[in-house]
T-cell receptor
Framework: AQSVTQPDIHITVSEGASLELRCNYS??????LFWYVQSPGQGLQLLLK??????LVQGIKGFEAEFKRSQSSFNLRKPSVHWSDAAEYFC????????????FGGGTRLMVKP | KAGVTQTPRYLIKTRGQQVTLSCSPI?????VSWYQQTPGQGLQFLFE???????NKGNFPGRFSGRQFSNSRSEMNVSTLELGDSALYLC?????????????FGPGTRLTVL
């Protein structure tokens, strides 16, 4: 069955430390891949997306993600976390033949220690 | 440019009632999608409308319905409310409705069913 997995439900990092959030997908073909962030009481904001080409994608707010076909992964990274990055992060996939329907992972809640 | 707006932001209903939620997309966007977000099930796709036509539908019972108007505004309706319908309902708009297109999310309507 097609699925998106975010193995880490909660992650806590210290401000200034690096961050990596994991995302794995299970689809027959390479899907379109997205990372969204949701702050408390807010909707979702797109951080970055991958369709094809360069496997390292740059996004907003200093985030980047790397697509690894062999591992079916699309992990999100940031070299130095700021307190304002505390939020919930969602990995999502879309398929070319499914309009813009997105399937989301369960999310990872990031907490930032001062 | 104004973002996606959703009204109302909060709703309290009782079991058995029905409810209508509204979504106004970004000006010029023709695709509107709806998602349900709950702590237990996460983010789940409800349906997508493009140019007043439903293009995709998620795995929800027929009590969940929607429509889109000629100005791209969309409404979703839930009839015979159940306790499990308590959720944050998010709508998203995009220009073309293609998988590659960025979707912009509204802040959501939080529905509480008592």
């Amino acid at each position: 069955a097609q699925s998106v997995t975010q193995p880490d439900i909660h992650i806590t990092v210290s401000e200034g430390a690096s961050l990596e959030l994991r995302c794995n997908y299970s689809y027959g073909a390479t899907p379109y891949l997205f990372w969204y962030v949701q702050s408390p009481g807010q909707g979702l904001q797109l951080l970055l997306k991958y369709f094809s080409g360069d496997t390292l994608v740059q996004g907003i707010k200093g985030f980047e993600a790397e697509f690894k076909r062999s591992q079916s992964s699309f992990n999100l990274r940031k070299p130095s976390v700021h307190w304002s990055d505390a939020a919930e992060y969602f990995c999502a996939v879309g398929l070319n033949n499914a309009g813009n329907m997105l399937t989301f992972g369960g999310g990872t809640r990031l907490m930032v220690k001062p | 440019k104004a973002g996606v707006t959703q009204t109302p932001r909060y709703l309290i209903k009782t079991r058995g009632q029905q409810v209508t939620l509204s979504c106004s997309p970004i000006s010029g966007h023709r695709s509107v999608s709806w998602y349900q977000q709950t702590p237990g099930q996460g983010l789940q796709f409800l349906f997508e409308y493009f140019s007043e036509t439903q293009r995709n539908k998620g795995n929800f019972p027929g009590r969940f319905s929607g429509r889109q108007f000629s100005n791209s505004r969309s409404e979703m309706n839930v009839s015979t409310l159940e306790l499990g319908d308590s959720a944050l309902y998010l709508c998203a708009s995009s220009l073309t409705g293609l998988a590659l297109d960025t979707q912009y999310f509204g802040p959501g309507t939080r529905l509480t069913v008592l």
